[in-house]
Antibody, heavy 123, light 113 residues
Framework: QVQLVQSGAEVKKPGASVKVSCKAS????????ITWVRQAPGQGLEWMGW????????HYAQKLQGRVTMTTDTSTDIAYMELRSLRSDDTGVYYC????????????????WGQGTLVTVSS | DIVMTQSPDSLAVSLGERATISCKSS????????????LAWYQQKPGQPPKLLIY???TRKSGIPDRFSGSGSGTDFTLTISSLQAEDVAVYYC?????????FGGGTKVEIK
């Protein structure tokens, strides 16, 4: 059964960094990319970026350029998303999601999804 | 960026009745080399991640009940739930994957009347 399992909730102070992990089961990060999506409390979905399978090329949302880094460890099938210089409006649930279809790059729908990781930024 | 506008923000439908959600994109998401519309629909229940329902505007994911259908082309799309069931109470989102800055609609909350 394809599954993405994310790391646990985090509480951070403004200005700090957070790194969220996403462990893939029955889903190879050599052949499938990973997208990160976040959701502020009570709000809609926001695409953050995508990391390519195999070579690790990345494609980020313009508003997050310079603050976000996505990586994968294909030996363990774990993807990571690091967000730096955290602000209060970064509070929300962060999801990883797999490529709807392999080989389409970031132009894709998302399936499956991880369970989400709550990141709280508060002083 | 392509702006995705959903309407209504919320709707209440009686059990067994039809629910219709609109999604409009600020520019066409039709990709002519593949002859496909680059649009997906998701369902999100409280406390859960989104769940893929439909991609390429009208292709239902395997295992999704056939009461869910997608239609439309270019800039205007519709998600229809033909006979609303209690388990369909959720927020529904459209998403375009035509542009490499992917975007979602604001969501439509579906409730039971």
């Amino acid at each position: 059964q394809v599954q993405l399992v994310q790391s646990g909730a985090e509480v951070k102070k403004p200005g700090a960094s957070v790194k969220v992990s996403c462990k893939a089961s029955a889903y190879s990060l050599i052949t499938n990319g990973i997208t990160w999506v976040r959701q502020a409390p009570g709000q809609g979905l926001e695409w953050m970026g995508w990391i390519s399978p195999n070579n690790g090329n990345t494609h980020y949302a313009q508003k997050l350029q310079g603050r976000v880094t996505m990586t994968t460890d294909t030996s363990t099938d774990i993807a990571y998303m690091e967000l730096r210089s955290l602000r209060s409006d970064d509070t929300g649930v962060y999801y990883c999601a797999g490529d709807g279809v392999s080989g389409s790059g970031p132009w894709n729908w998302f399936d499956p999804w991880g369970q989400g990781t709550l990141v709280t930024v508060s002083s | 960026d392509i702006v995705m506008t959903q309407s209504p923000d919320s709707l209440a439908v009686s059990l067994g009745e039809r629910a219709t959600i609109s999604c409009k994109s600020s520019q066409s998401v039709f990709y002519s080399p593949q002859n496909t519309n680059q649009l997906a629909w998701y369902q999100q229940k409280p406390g859960q991640p989104p769940k893929l329902l439909i991609y390429w505007a009208s292709t239902r994911k395997s295992g999704i009940p056939d009461r869910f259908s997608g239609s439309g082309s270019g800039t205007d799309f519709t998600l229809t739930i033909s006979s609303l069931q209690a388990e369909d109470v959720a927020v529904y989102y459209c998403q375009q994957y035509y542009n490499s800055q992917l975007t979602f609609g604001g969501g439509t909350k579906v409730e039971i009347k």
